[in-house]
């Protein structure tokens, strides 16, 4: 039956015994987890013109989560989320004269990662002026990053 093993389990002071081949398979990654929650970017940085922008935005996101650990205790998960937020426009970014604040969608690929409850995110998005037939805003539909920490904000139990 191959080579035996005794895990015991100190906090309920309970033993098991298996095999090395019964535990290594244990250890396998679980299969993928739809997964699902909400993202705000606070910040949003321009690659285009290499500036940090404040942002408000909050969108909604699903995808999947890869488990790399069968205690769940490290995870890769991919995530897509669109969601509504705000974009400034001022003579810099559009032809926009004064300062002003337009609607915009925002759409964003991220990978987050996980190990135990903290979380670090890295996204990629878009935004797109709802009103830019006449703004003529730089950045329309032109990559942004954006970097997150967390604290187990995305869940899959």
């Not at 309920?12 to 987890?33: F, L, M, P, R, W």
């Not at 995808?63 to 069968?70: E, H, Q, R, T, W």
Request: contains cysteine.
């Amino acid at each position: 039956y191959g080579e035996l093993v005794t895990l015991t389990d100190e906090k309920n002071g309970i033993s098991y015994t298996a095999t090395k081949d019964e535990v290594n398979a244990s250890k396998q990654a679980v299969a993928a987890t739809p997964i699902g929650g909400a993202f705000t970017f606070p910040f949003k940085y321009r690659p285009q013109s290499g500036i940090f922008e404040p942002s408000l935005s909050l969108s909604g996101a699903v995808g999947i989560c890869l488990s790399l650990d069968k205690d769940q205790i490290s995870s890769l998960s991919f995530l897509v989320s669109f969601g509504p937020s705000s974009i400034t426009l001022n003579s810099n970014n559009s032809t926009a004269t004064s300062s002003t604040t337009r609607s915009a969608a925002t759409t964003a690929f991220t990978i987050l990662g996980q190990w135990n409850k903290m979380q670090l995110a890295v996204s990629v998005g878009i935004d797109d002026n709802l009103d830019n037939t006449t703004d003529n805003w730089q950045y329309q539909s032109k990559p942004w990053i954006s970097l997150g920490i967390g604290a187990s904000v995305f869940s899959s139990n």
